[in-house]
């Protein structure tokens, strides 16, 4: 570590220019960083995963209050259920105060629909360790690009359905799955079906299941960083899974426009959290812990999987193509 004698401390409230000859100016690399983030923009990659008609397009439209959904972009595709579990994907450009974000929504249409669920969750764990490989086969280049495209999943959305009793088996052998290879959000979808008193007691009820099973969802408590942010996640593991509601449709309510759900009874404001907690998933995923979230995994699940890969190639050197997915790495989907 460089430390410049003489100069004493400098305080919070103590200014670091101008006229003030110890200042250097190493506070000005974030407005460097600020700049070139600006420049090249960002990108995040979210799946959802869930059973048909649980909200899930609904709930990314609210979420970026754009038409990002598969079904948004697409409407006049025919609606079936798939036979096999299809993966799906849209990328969209958006831009907010000088900001640019490539965001790509990752769809599983068939996921939970058959009648023998056996296994389904293999053809989305084979996705994602695709990613993972791609973006391996674009590292171990020789002449690789700059910037090398990131098409891994960053984050994924699980919807459990409002049944108000326990997981079901389906939702423990995906969640006990997955968890190791990607940050999972659990979500209990259209949570306005469930009293007050359903909702606290499923939620609880979940959370232990979570912890009886060995699942560690987003936040990992073992990826804490330090003290304050074990405290803030602290706060965000205890409401997992979060209740949320989805709606796209404006209203008037006291003369503001909300987005929400209209009844008989009233109109169920997506944003409130007094009616849901939709408004702690937004602010988790996109204006808290969207780095974090990327940073884990790059870091951590990546991370894992290169590391794997790697070692493979030294028992099978020819295992690791320069160009292309290998084919070898499609038993690591099965196995993990």
């Known amino acids: 570590m460089i430390t410049r ?4 401390k400098i305080s919070k409230g103590e200014k670091t220019h101008g ?57 006049n595709t025919e609606e079936r259920i798939p036979k096999t579990i299809e993966i799906k994907s849209i990328s969209h450009d958006i831009e907010e105060k000088g900001v640019r974000m490539k965001l ?24 994602i360790n695709d990613q993972y490989e791609a973006y391996l086969q674009e590292e171990i280049n020789i002449d690789r690009k700059k910037r090398i495209p990131d098409s891994r999943v960053h984050c994924c959305i699980y919807f459990i359905p ?35 008193e359903e909702r606290d007691y499923f939620k609880q009820t979940i959370r232990e299941e979570l912890r009886a099973n060995g699942i560690d969802v987003y936040p990992q408590k073992e990826f804490d960083e330090d003290a ?31 987005l929400g759900r209209k009844t008989k009874w009233g109109t169920i404001e997506v944003e409130n959290i007094a009616h849901c907690e939709f408004a702690y998933l937004r602010d988790l995923l996109i204006r808290t812990h969207m780095q974090n979230i990327k940073d884990i995994t790059g870091s951590i699940h990546y991370e894992t999987y290169r590391v794997r890969r790697l070692n493979e190639s030294n028992d099978q050197p020819s295992a690791l193509q320069a160009n292309g997915v290998a084919a070898q790495h499609e038993a690591l989907s099965h196995e993990m």
Not at 5 to 8: A, I, L, Q
Not at 31 to 60: C, D, H, P
């Open 162 to 196: 409002p049944t108000g009793h326990c997981l079901r088996p389906l939702d423990v052998e995906f969640m006990r799955r997955l968890s190791k290879v990607v940050n999972i959000v659990p979500v209990i979808a259209k949570a306005d079906t469930l009293t007050l």
């Open 228 to 258: 304050e942010d074990r405290m803030i996640n602290d706060k965000i593991r205890e409401m997992i899974p979060f209740a949320v509601v989805g709606s796209d449709q404006e209203y008037q309510v006291n003369g503001k426009r909300i």
């Open 5 to 8: 004698p003489d100069c004493g």
């Open 19 to 75: 006229s003030d000859f110890s200042y250097v100016g190493i506070d000005a690399i974030l407005e460097q960083m600020r700049r070139k983030a600006m420049k090249q923009g960002f990108e995040f990659n979210i799946m959802v995963v869930g059973q048909s008609g649980l909200g899930k397009s609904t709930l990314m439209n609210t979420l970026f209050k754009s038409k990002v959904s598969r079904k948004s972009v697409q409407p």
């Open 104 to 127: 790509t929504v990752i769809d599983t249409p068939g996921f939970g629909d058959q009648i023998n669920n056996e296994n389904c969750w293999q053809p989305i764990m084979k996705f």
